[in-house]
């Protein structure tokens, strides 16, 4: 028998409508106050039923912390989520955002009453553009992928600009994240696949023999989704120059080189950063976030409007010649931008590298402790993560059972089935703000499932045991969302 109070997380938690009682009241409010404003609504605007659940205070409050312990979150435990860098948020930063002075500014207020934001923004943009070696940076891009889309218009505005209207085709390699070919496909560039080569690198070779006039670019990520360094970064940016094309880089993947390399040194011409990955803002469950871009000198004139820009001792916005245009209203996201602005203040110029050098131990860590019994496709160095793959897990155990066995243990699972190139993906990601007590209990984990689904493969294949809901029908709740209540016959 299960009553309301316990934490057994199989009792399945009523809506608030189920919970609602004619007459129960959580609220105390004047009693005329409503009366007058009442009498001036036409009688037609009058809704003649409203059906609000009817709950105590304390049946509110009960529901919902109740809900919230049947999610997971970074606060709550480790979270090696692989190419999502799902790194501790300092609770520095939300004190930050909420400064009423950020947190209360109109986005319409005049440049005059809004210089200490202009100032934040004016030197993010300076940061970034230092940290990625870039001649400017727009903080305007919503995410990573927003980010990727006004890249691609970048490249698409200097294209036309020039004149060389035949460059129509991006060249992305198969390790990419599937964002890279949407934002192809979204500004009317034609995707051609560069296969990855048996080190899960780009075959140079190969790209080269691609490469002729009807080719913009190519679009990047390094290190790529394998968590591998592409070491011929300066023969492929070099080639792609002299073949009249730019170079794309998706930055999702700085948290390997921040403070150690810059992508702009390598030759790449235009990259987004994800703040909400690298820069330790909150993410998860599709926002919010931000994916500002950095440009090499020759771009600047195509980014999108308005650069916050110095002019004296004043901060303004700036229209610029050649934009590509307007990419959202306002400014970006404003709170992403500071809390990435204090943990970059936090860190200081002096540290930033700790910040790289500690994510590649961690990843490398874990993977030094798990490559004897779990099997790696690509034997290449990697750098802040490491893809392992299900081929060595026994009785038809497969990546999904190991990722739901993880959350009986107290862990969020890994990024599974990605990136594409490695069948039964397994991807970790264990960030720098992990301790080695967390890494070592998550090690110790992977290697109890690992001997679970060989002595009682059915405590793996039933996973999760633990919680409210066990295997729920994921490609339904994707496709066929149920987001509002009704009641049943409705
Ligand atoms: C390699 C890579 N590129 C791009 C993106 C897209 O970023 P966002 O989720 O912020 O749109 C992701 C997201 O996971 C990624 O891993």
Redesign the pocket.
């Known amino acids: 028998m299960s009553y309301p109070g316990m934490t057994d997380l199989k009792l399945k938690e009523q809506t608030i409508f189920e919970r609602s009682r004619p007459g129960r009241e959580g609220f105390s409010l004047p009693e005329e106050d409503l009366s007058s404003a009442e009498k001036l609504l036409p009688e037609n605007f009058k809704r003649k039923e409203l059906d609000l659940p009817e709950l105590s205070e304390i049946d509110v409050v009960r529901h919902y912390t109740r809900l919230s312990t049947y999610n997971f979150s970074i606060d709550h435990g480790f979270y090696p989520l692989g190419?999502?860098t799902m790194k501790y948020n300092p609770k520095i930063n939300e004190k930050m955002a909420r400064m009423s002075g950020f947190a209360n500014l109109h986005p319409e207020a005049p440049e005059d009453t809004a210089q200490g934001t202009l100032k934040m923004m004016y030197e993010m943009q300076n940061m970034l553009s230092e940290i990625g070696g870039f001649a400017a940076t727009t903080l305007n891009p919503s995410?990573?992928?927003?980010?990727?889309y006004v890249g691609l218009g970048i490249i698409r505005s200097y294209f036309d600009k020039i004149g060389d209207t035949k460059r129509k085709k991006i060249i992305i390699p198969d390790s990419?994240?599937g964002?890279?070919p949407a934002s192809c496909t979204l500004n009317g560039f034609e995707v051609v696949l560069l296969e990855s080569n048996e080190k899960g690198k780009v075959c140079v070779d190969c790209l080269k023999s691609m490469l002729n006039d009807e080719i913009a670019g190519i679009m990047l990520?390094n290190p790529n989704?394998l968590g591998v360094f592409e070491s011929d970064i300066i023969e492929i940016t070099k080639a792609v120059h002299d073949a009249g094309a730019l170079v794309y880089g998706?930055g999702?993947?700085m948290n390997a080189i921040l403070g150690v390399a810059r992508p702009g040194d390598m030759g790449i011409d235009v990259l987004?950063y994800?703040l909400?990955?690298t820069f330790s803002t909150p993410?998860g469950g599709g926002g919010p976030?931000a994916?500002p871009v950095g440009v090499c000198e020759k771009l600047v004139d195509f980014l999108p409007d308005p650069l916050v820009v110095k002019d004296g001792d004043k901060y303004a916005f700036r229209n610029l010649p050649d934009s590509m245009g307007r990419v959202r209203a306002f400014y970006g996201n404003m709170g992403v931008t500071l809390r990435a602005f204090v943990y970059l203040l936090e860190y200081g110029r002096d540290h930033i590298a700790e910040i790289a050098e500690n994510a590649v131990l961690n990843a490398n860590y874990i993977k030094a402790c798990l490559k004897d019994i779990y099997h790696l496709k690509y034997k290449s160095d990697t750098l802040h993560e490491v893809v392992f793959d299900d081929s060595n897990l026994e009785n038809g155990v497969t990546t999904m059972d190991l990722a739901k066995a993880l959350i009986d243990r107290g862990f969020h699972p890994p990024t599974v089935y990605f990136p594409l190139i490695v069948p039964g993906a397994i991807m970790i990601e264990p960030t720098e703000t992990e301790s080695k007590e967390t890494l070592d209990s998550f090690i110790e984990a992977m290697r109890n499932i690992y001997e679970t689904a060989k002595s009682d493969p059915q405590n793996i294949l039933k996973a999760p045991l633990n919680t409210a809901v066990s295997r729920p029908d994921e490609t339904l709740a994707a496709r066929k969302p149920v987001l509002t209540y009704c009641k049943e016959g409705d």
């Open positions: 190419s999502c995410a990573g992928a927003h980010g990727e990419a994240h964002t890279n990520t989704t998706d999702a993947n987004h994800n909400h990955k993410h976030g994916g």
